[in-house]
């Protein structure tokens, strides 16, 4: 058995009552892309869809 293709949704919470950005919000997952454990742990192809 192997696992060819991970699917990863994080989803995205704010707790705020300003506007949160577009840019900042691509910057967060840019950062959250380089940071985890996942990502960084396996060889298989990752797909990842922000949910919001």
Do not use: G
């Not at 696992?3 to 704010?14: G, H, Q, S």
């Amino acid at each position: 058995m192997t696992i060819t293709k991970l699917f990863l949704r994080p989803k995205i919470t704010f707790i705020v009552d300003r506007i949160i950005y577009k840019t900042i919000i691509n910057e967060m997952h840019h950062r959250e892309l380089k940071e985890c454990f996942i990502v960084n742990a396996v060889l298989t192809e990752i797909i990842i869809e922000r949910v919001f």
